[in-house]
């Protein structure tokens, strides 16, 4: 353990100790708005909307060609290093019809 002091150690656990908390707080969140959409008879996937964004395009309407199979971390690094989606690389969603929307699978088909 050179190198490292007792308070930079202190500091790496309070920190690792906060990053848990936010996550968990996060998750706790979540669960609370499920049950909170639950006790309020609505739907807890979309919230009564009948809508849920679509999983394919996420909710863009358009997918790019290359499509799912590039889907994954390199795309997200490349957004967010701010690297612009070509239009012509943009095919209409198929699952969605390019609306960027679907039909939410909980409560369409219950009535
Ligand atoms: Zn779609
Ligand atoms: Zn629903």
Same mark, same amino acid.
């Given at each position: 353990?050179?190198?490292?002091?007792?308070?930079?150690?202190?500091?790496?656990?309070?920190?690792?100790?906060?990053?848990?908390?936010?996550?968990?707080?996060?998750?706790?969140?979540?669960?609370?708005?499920?049950?909170?959409?639950?006790?309020?008879?609505?739907?807890?996937?979309?919230?009564?909307?009948?809508? =849920? /964004? +679509? #999983?394919? %395009?996420?909710?863009? $309407?358009?997918? !790019?060609?290359?499509?799912?199979?590039?889907?994954?971390?390199?795309?997200?690094?490349?957004?967010?290093?701010?690297?612009?989606?070509?239009?012509?690389?943009? =095919? /209409? +969603? #198929?699952? %969605?019809?390019?609306? $960027?929307?679907? !039909?939410?699978?909980?409560?369409?088909?219950?009535?």
């Amino acid at each position: 353990m050179e190198g490292l002091t007792e308070s930079e150690i202190a500091g790496f656990v309070v920190g690792a100790l906060l990053l848990g908390a936010s996550i968990a707080a996060q998750r706790v969140d979540g669960f609370i708005a499920t049950s909170q959409r639950r006790s309020l008879n609505m739907c807890k996937r979309c919230g009564d909307l009948r809508m =849920v /964004a +679509c #999983s394919q %395009c996420k909710g863009v $309407g358009s997918v !790019r060609k290359s499509g799912i199979f590039t889907f994954g971390l390199l795309d997200d690094i490349y957004e967010s290093l701010g690297a612009e989606t070509k239009a012509a690389d943009l =095919v /209409a +969603c #198929s699952a %969605c019809r390019s609306k $960027g929307r679907l !039909r939410c699978p909980e409560c369409s088909n219950v009535r």
